[in-house]
């Protein structure tokens, strides 16, 4: 009985998951700036993209880029110096300001 709900529960999961666009494993997209409009002019929602920065020495850039570009709902490769991932655009009225930020008690 418990494999029939796993089972189920498992197949709920993947046909009530949405994703407004297809996965795209047969391409990358490079981008060299962390920015989310120079990926979104590069790149299509659901490819693979790949960023490797200009510039060594600030290790915050690719965790950056990762926060604003990557669909993380899928696996993020990510190191000191680059990051691929599965792209997907970061909406401005996602982006959290200071002012929002939730205030303590």
Request: hydrophobic share 35%; charged share 20%; proline share 7%.
């Amino acid at each position: 009985m418990k494999g029939k709900i796993s089972i189920i529960s498992f197949l709920f999961g993947l046909c009530c998951t949405s994703n407004s666009f297809a996965i795209d494993q047969t391409s990358v997209c490079e981008v060299y700036e962390w920015n989310k409009d120079v990926t979104a002019e590069y790149c299509v929602p659901g490819q693979k993209v790949i960023y490797m920065p200009k510039n060594w020495g600030n290790e915050q850039l690719p965790i950056i880029f990762a926060a604003v570009n990557c669909d993380h709902r899928y696996a993020i490769a990510l190191t000191n110096g680059a990051v691929s991932c599965i792209y997907t655009p970061l909406k401005p009225d996602e982006v959290a300001k200071p002012d929002d930020a939730p205030k303590k008690e």
